[in-house]
């Protein structure tokens, strides 16, 4: 299924898309937090109540982020595409590791920083000068679970979706490298469209990913370039750490990123990011002048 949050005058509701088409269940069904949380018995319980209703055009509807009520920060991980990890040498300003990592890199992002597929990503040029785009594919956990093993671990995944964990380059700098400050800023990190079922996902280790801001392509890769593969990231990251249902996984960013490129490439008020991974739906958000300070 693919599974969407859609916005209501009365409040949230589960939509589960359908080509171009959204099954709109009604507000007795909760909201697909909730339905995340439930498991695989509130995953059929959801299946079975958009049968019983009649879709409406995808396009009438407005969708928001899948999840808003998080268990606790959203959970990251950086360097895990080696092209990423060497097209940034000597431009982490002092603060580059001496070799490559061997164990996965692992850091969180406020909640805060959601916003939904199609809205606007804030831009306050006071709080930094340096909005860096970094497309990602994000998972969500679907079970409780603690040390898993690497064999195990894709049974715990519930479903994926697009991310763009847009950061702040200088942030990251000033605050001794450290990456939490500088992926935290308010209203940042685009969601969606909507959640992708594993059962729907043929293949995860082939999905490509893709960034283009204003047009022009800056990211294309595919999940097959990681360093780190999804199952090694969750047995690494659950290791004597419980993983809830309903966490959400970042999983990193491939090369071309706009902190990396000669001349540099940093948004701006007005651009247009749209952030695509096959298979699991298209993110359009605009960067809009917005005061955070």
Same mark, same amino acid.
């Given at each position: 299924?693919?599974?969407?949050?859609?916005?209501?005058?009365?409040?949230?509701?589960?939509?589960?898309?359908?080509?171009?088409?959204?099954?709109?269940?009604?507000?007795?069904?909760?909201?697909?937090?909730?339905?995340?949380?439930?498991?695989?018995?509130?995953?059929?319980?959801?299946?079975?109540?958009?049968?019983?209703?009649t879709p409406v055009p995808l396009a009438q509807v407005r969708l928001d982020a899948p999840l808003r009520r998080f268990n606790r920060d959203i959970l990251c991980t950086g360097w895990n595409y080696w092209?990423?990890?060497?097209?940034?040498?000597?431009?982490?300003?002092?603060?580059?590791?001496?070799?490559?990592?061997?164990?996965?890199?692992?850091?969180?992002?406020?909640?805060? =920083?959601?916003?939904?597929?199609?809205?606007?990503? /804030?831009? $306050? @040029? +006071? !709080?930094?000068?340096?909005?860096?785009?970094?497309?990602?594919?994000?998972?969500?956990?679907?079970?409780?679970?603690?040390?898993?093993?690497?064999?195990?671990?894709?049974?715990?995944?519930?479903?994926?979706?697009?991310?763009?964990?847009?950061?702040?380059?200088?942030?990251?700098?000033?605050?001794?490298?450290?990456?939490?400050?500088?992926?935290?800023?308010?209203?940042?990190?685009?969601?969606?469209?909507?959640?992708?079922?594993?059962?729907e996902v043929p293949d995860p280790a082939a999905l490509r990913i893709r960034c283009e801001v204003n047009g022009v392509p800056l990211q294309d890769a595919s999940t097959a370039q990681m360093a780190f593969?999804?199952?090694?990231?969750?047995?690494?990251?659950?290791?004597?750490?419980?993983?809830?249902?309903?966490?959400?996984?970042? =999983?990193?960013?491939?090369?071309?990123?706009?902190? /990396?490129? $000669? @001349? +540099? !490439?940093?948004?701006?008020?007005?651009?247009?990011?749209?952030?695509?991974?096959?298979?699991?739906?298209?993110?359009?958000?605009?960067?809009?002048?917005?005061?955070?300070?």
């Amino acid at each position: 299924m693919r599974l969407a949050s859609v916005r209501t005058d009365t409040g949230r509701r589960i939509g589960v898309v359908d080509g171009d088409t959204v099954a709109v269940l009604p507000a007795e069904a909760g909201v697909l937090d909730d339905a995340i949380r439930g498991g695989a018995a509130a995953l059929d319980a959801v299946r079975d109540a958009a049968a019983r209703v009649t879709p409406v055009p995808l396009a009438q509807v407005r969708l928001d982020a899948p999840l808003r009520r998080f268990n606790r920060d959203i959970l990251c991980t950086g360097w895990n595409y080696w092209d990423h990890f060497e097209e940034s040498r000597g431009r982490r300003e002092g603060q580059d590791p001496t070799e490559r990592p061997k164990h996965p890199t692992f850091f969180t992002k406020g909640p805060d =920083t959601v916003v939904g597929p199609y809205d606007d990503i /804030a831009y $306050d @040029p +006071q !709080v930094s000068a340096k909005w860096d785009y970094e497309a990602e594919v994000a998972l969500v956990i679907g079970a409780d679970c603690r040390s898993v093993s690497e064999a195990d671990a894709m049974s715990y995944v519930a479903a994926f979706c697009v991310a763009n964990d847009v950061s702040q380059r200088d942030l990251q700098r000033a605050h001794g490298g450290q990456w939490l400050k500088g992926k935290s800023i308010d209203a940042t990190m685009p969601l969606g469209p909507w959640l992708t079922t594993v059962d729907e996902v043929p293949d995860p280790a082939a999905l490509r990913i893709r960034c283009e801001v204003n047009g022009v392509p800056l990211q294309d890769a595919s999940t097959a370039q990681m360093a780190f593969p999804f199952a090694r990231l969750i047995a690494e990251l659950s290791w004597g750490m419980t993983l809830r249902a309903g966490d959400v996984l970042l =999983t990193g960013t491939p090369s071309g990123i706009g902190n /990396a490129r $000669d @001349p +540099q !490439v940093f948004l701006t008020d007005g651009d247009l990011v749209v952030t695509r991974v096959d298979g699991l739906g298209e993110l359009r958000n605009r960067v809009r002048l917005t005061s955070l300070h």
